[in-house]
């Protein structure tokens, strides 16, 4: 069965500090991208990677295939980060399967 | 172009009444995705398209969900017998596929909530 976990669930965080997020994932995928989701509803697509590590600017994605892993951080953070992230693994045949998210709440 | 929209933005139904929304996606993007999300979870797959085809579909979408893109562009889905069950944000998302790539960037529309009473 195909299996996404994030954690953690919740994160609360000041403004400036360094933040990760993970996922694990539990079979072998062709890509992972990462989502968020602010207030609402609507989602972006922030990252779809498949190897190796990439950046957008305060945010850095890296992917570790061997250990199904994958981590997204965010540099001295920002009350406007404050949303929901999700991973989503994509399967070979075009459909993909999210983790349930993490909310991340920035205070100023 | 403007993205992906869905119509209508909210819904609000008695339980048994059949509704439908509609999906436009980016004009160029060949897939195009329906989605389900409850409050609390991450998105949930119901079902996809490449071109008019429709290549997969969750065991969520029962007998009572059916979904079509007749042309290839714009998707409707539409749910019969409306349970309260049924009561989440539907969402769509559209992608291109290329020869290679199995799954492009996705863009998501806002998505249409609905509420089962």
């Known amino acids: 069965k195909n299996e996404v976990e994030q954690s953690p669930q919740n994160l609360t965080a000041q403004e400036g500090e360094f933040i990760t997020i993970n996922c694990s994932y539990s079979?072998?995928?062709?890509?992972l991208h990462w989502l968020q989701q602010h207030p609402g509803g609507g989602i972006v697509s922030l990252f779809m990677l498949s190897s190796g590590k990439k950046k957008h600017g305060r945010l850095i994605a890296t992917i570790n295939i061997q250990e199904k892993h994958s981590s997204l951080h965010i540099t001295a953070s920002h009350p406007r980060d404050s949303a929901v992230y999700i991973c989503a693994q994509g399967g070979s045949q075009g459909n993909l399967i999210f983790g349930k998210g993490t909310k991340l709440s920035v205070k100023p | 172009d403007t993205g992906v929209s869905q119509d209508p933005r909210h819904k609000i139904t008695k339980r048994g009444q059949n509704v439908t929304f509609r999906c436009d996606p980016i004009?160029?993007?060949?897939?195009l995705y329906w989605y389900r999300q409850t409050l609390g979870q991450g998105p949930e797959f119901l079902t996809y398209?490449?071109?008019?085809?429709?290549?997969?579909k969750s065991r969520l979408l029962s007998d009572r969900f059916s979904a079509e893109r007749p042309k290839g562009s714009f998707s409707t889905l539409e749910i019969q017998r409306t349970e309260q069950g049924d009561s989440a944000m539907y969402l769509c998302?559209?992608?291109?596929?290329?020869?290679?790539?199995?799954?492009?960037?996705?863009?998501f529309g806002e998505g249409s909530r609905l509420t089962v009473l």
């Open positions: 004009s160029e993007h060949n897939r």
């Open positions: 079979v072998g995928i062709s890509a």
């Open positions: 398209f490449q071109n008019e085809a429709q290549l997969e």
């Open positions: 998302a559209s992608s291109h596929r290329g020869w290679l790539a199995e799954t492009g960037e996705l863009f």
